[in-house]
């Protein structure tokens, strides 16, 4: 061991170490020397090859293989694919906050292999389209994103309805666009219009005031009468009874991102009721005495909350915290003849509060609700006694029944209609490569109908598309899409004014990151 000990370099002593003032008149060649004179042989030139006049030295050699390794570790940490990267903290909060898991969390984060899940069994379910003939073009769109996004994959069918006979062209049309079964309905006169117990022509007053103000929809009869078909009759329709669960399509709709998973399977799975991705705040003017009955039917029947009905209540304000009466005062003593309410007021202060009209049973609507046009649900709650008699109570009037663990919240779907949309960042991980939407079996059988009906703009068409959609949106952390590409004329409605999201994520179990920046 002596005779190693001996052999091996050692480092310089303290007493040998160069002091500030010297290093200041010498050089770094002069300084290495004298710091490490028993490592000159690290200084000695090695040949590339055997007989190559390049030289490099020995340290060259011995450090590059483990740059070399720092390098790959850095790399495979850093990378937004890598599980690694994430237990690296980010400095400043992602701007994307993440929710608690606590009753909802989201099915997929990024991408499937959607030939591999399609292999499970399908849900009893269809897509329901209500629509009018003159309607077509925009339903054209819709199911073109439906079918790009999700449904080229998994073959859901279609149920078509319309208060009136959908025509030949209507038809034919929407059977070149999908290669899924297709069913075409009409809704009974029972289902549609006003109801036998309300004045028609004071109805009609009240949707022309609508109008008036300019309320989006207000003026519209037929706007009016679709909301209470969803509300209470579109489950009814004899094309729906054989169904369980349905995805609702709307006119002039636009998906993101890829669905590469089904949405009904996992609802199925989660045991959920109801599925949203938009929620917002509405117009009080729509609404002047929806939460006054809701409340009322809450309070007769006697239903206790199980949790979503604070989603859509204003949060009570705290109890200011009385102070004590000062023990020891005479103008205190117990002989005194005014009353402790009358000793404890300021003067003028004894008046009743003032009673708020919105307010019913201590609580104040806020004006938040699922938008609609887009859910995912079970038919058979809407087939329920107890929704049955909710709404046969609000329809000749004018939350509480389900709890935050029954809804799920599609924050992985990219969906916009109109001028609100919600579109969700990728995520960092299982963005898969897309494969291409044209040239499948299916898209072949599809632009062959195009093509006999007189479509000779297809190929064109879809090329385009193919293009716009191989170049989705970066990836970002808490992003949770498979392939999204945002529009960017419209702000995302989470963060927006106006958006229930808070709301949400306060019943569901708030935020679990903080707040980032933008």
């Known amino acids: 061991m002596e005779q190693m000990r001996k052999r091996l370099p050692t480092l310089p002593s303290y007493e040998n170490l160069p002091t500030l003032k ?7 060649r002069e300084v290495s020397e004298k710091l490490t004179p028993r490592w000159e042989f690290l200084r000695k030139r090695i040949r590339i090859r055997g007989n190559s ?30 599980p690694a990267g994430r237990l690296i903290p980010s400095g400043a909060p992602p701007s994307i906050r993440k929710i608690s898991e606590k009753y909802d969390k989201v099915f997929t984060t990024g991408c499937l292999d959607p030939k591999k899940e399609v292999n499970a069994p399908r849900v009893n379910a269809a897509f329901v389209v209500l629509a009018r003939n003159k309607e077509l073009p925009g339903v054209i769109d819709s199911i073109k994103s439906v079918e790009r996004h999700f449904n080229q994959w ?25 290669s899924s079964p297709v069913e075409f309905g009409k809704i009974d006169p029972s289902s549609w219009g006003y109801p036998d117990w309300v004045d028609a022509r004071v109805a009609k007053e009240g949707i022309a005031k609508q109008g008036d103000a300019a309320i989006m929809y207000g003026g ?10 969803y509300s209470g009759f579109f489950y ?3 094309l729906l009874l054989k169904y369980d669960w349905y995805w609702r399509v709307e006119p ?11 949405p009904f399977a996992a609802m199925v799975k989660a045991n959920k009721t109801y599925g949203f991705t938009i929620a917002v705040k509405e117009l009080k003017e729509t609404v002047p005495n929806i939460f006054r009955y809701a409340s009322a039917y809450k309070r ?22 009385i102070e004590e009466l000062p023990k020891g005062d005479p103008k205190y003593d117990k002989e005194k003849p005014l009353p402790e309410d009358i000793l404890r007021g300021e003067p003028g202060s004894g008046t009743l509060p003032e009673i708020d009209p919105e307010a019913m049973e201590g609580e104040i609507y806020n004006m938040c609700h699922f938008w609609s046009n887009f859910e995912i649900a079970r038919l058979d709650f809407f087939r329920s006694k107890e929704y049955e008699d909710f709404f046969t109570m609000m329809d000749r009037t004018a939350g509480a029944l389900l709890s935050p663990s029954d809804i799920h919240y599609f924050r992985d779907f990219g969906y916009r209609h109109t001028t609100i949309q919600h579109c969700p960042a990728n995520a960092p991980a299982r963005q898969m490569p897309r494969a291409p939407y044209f040239g499948t079996p299916d898209m072949n059988a599809i632009a062959e109908a195009r093509h006999r009906a007189g479509d000779s703009s297809m190929k064109k068409e879809l090329a385009e598309e193919e293009e716009y959609w191989a170049k989705w949106d970066d990836v970002k952390e808490n992003g949770v899409g498979c392939r999204c590409r945002c529009d960017t004329d419209i702000p995302e409605v989470e963060v927006k004014e106006g958006s229930c999201i808070p709301e949400w994520v306060e019943i569901a179990g708030g935020f679990v990151t903080p707040q980032g920046p933008g």
């Open 22 to 28: 010297s290093l200041s008149h010498t050089n770094l």
């Open 53 to 82: 006049k390049i030289s490099v030295p020995l340290y060259v050699v011995l450090l590059f293989p483990a740059l070399i390794l720092i390098l790959v570790l850095v790399i495979f940490v850093r990378h937004p694919d890598s």
């Open 154 to 178: 998994f073959h859901y069918p279609y149920v078509f309805l319309n208060n009136e006979e959908f025509n030949s062209t209507f038809k034919e049309t929407i059977r070149n666009y999908t």
């Open 220 to 229: 519209m009869e037929s706007y009016h009468h679709m909301c209470r078909f």
């Open 236 to 238: 009814k329709h004899e």
């Open 252 to 262: 002039d709709i636009k998906y993101f991102c890829d669905i590469t998973y089904d």
């Open 300 to 321: 007769v029947n006697n239903i206790t909350s199980q949790g979503l009905w604070e989603m859509f209540v204003e949060p009570k304000p705290e109890k200011e915290k």
